[in-house]
């Protein structure tokens, strides 16, 4: 199974500035994900993110405000612009990858950011 | 899209006991069934899953149950330990999209 890293794994940020997470995966994915999870709050996905293609957004969320990079198969940023406190959240890396009955969906630790 | 309901919300136990969380799903083109646990300042961790082709699943002493024409699935934990405490979370996608997620059961169990 992948394993998955992400940097940074907390910050605590002013409102109004941006934030570029990044997300490392030691093989290579073609499906990558972000997910929102707010305080005590379940997973809510934000986008997908396929090398060589645009990010497919969910409802709800919009390119301007939440920019993604996946320059390969085995990387990719989420930027949080322009920042206010109800993005306050923890923000998750997924990935699909290859387990022992077929394709499975591994998670990141997370960031875990805070903006004040 | 898919929608996914998950209960209880909470559920306490005393160690020693059973401990049975309950998904339903709305879309009949999901076939793949994954809980996670979560605990406490970590990202979910994958403990089990099970495809539209099978109705059960075990591994040790958690067990995953899925009802396709009722479209629900089930996690059973047997034995349960003060370590089983933590958020569990059921999902459901069909090939090639990506999870959606039930909204979690806190599990405490007591010693």
């Known amino acids: 199974s992948a394993v998955i890293s992400q940097k940074p794994s907390r910050d605590i940020c002013q409102r109004g500035t941006s934030l570029t997470i990044q997300c490392q995966v030691d093989?290579?994915?073609?499906?990558m994900f972000w997910y929102r999870q707010q305080p005590g709050q379940s997973l809510t996905l934000i986008a997908t993110a396929n090398q060589g293609s645009e990010a497919t957004y969910e409802s709800g969320f919009v390119i301007d405000k939440f920019p993604i990079s996946r320059p390969n198969l085995t990387f990719s940023t989420l930027t949080v612009s322009n920042m206010s406190p109800e993005d306050s959240s923890i923000y998750l890396c997924?990935?699909?990858?290859?387990?022992?009955?077929?394709?499975?969906?591994?998670f990141g630790p997370g960031t875990r950011l805070t903006v004040t | 899209g898919e929608n996914v309901e998950q209960h209880p919300s909470t559920l306490s136990v005393q160690e020693g006991d059973s401990a049975v969380i309950k998904c339903t799903y709305s879309?009949?083109?999901?076939?793949?069934f994954p809980w996670y646990k979560q605990e406490l300042g970590k990202g979910p961790q994958l403990i089990i899953d099970i495809r539209s082709n099978v109705g059960e699943k075990k591994d040790q002493r958690i067990a995953v149950t899925l009802n396709k024409t009722a479209k629900h699935f089930s996690l059973h934990i047997t034995e349960t330990q003060p370590e089983n405490s933590a958020v569990y979370f059921c999902a459901a996608r069909q090939a090639g999209t990506a999870l959606i997620f039930g909204k979690g059961t806190t599990l405490s169990v007591s010693s």
């Open positions: 879309d009949s083109a999901s076939n793949y």
């Open positions: 997924s990935v699909e990858d290859s387990g022992t009955g077929g394709l499975e969906q591994y």
């Open positions: 093989s290579q994915v073609t499906m």
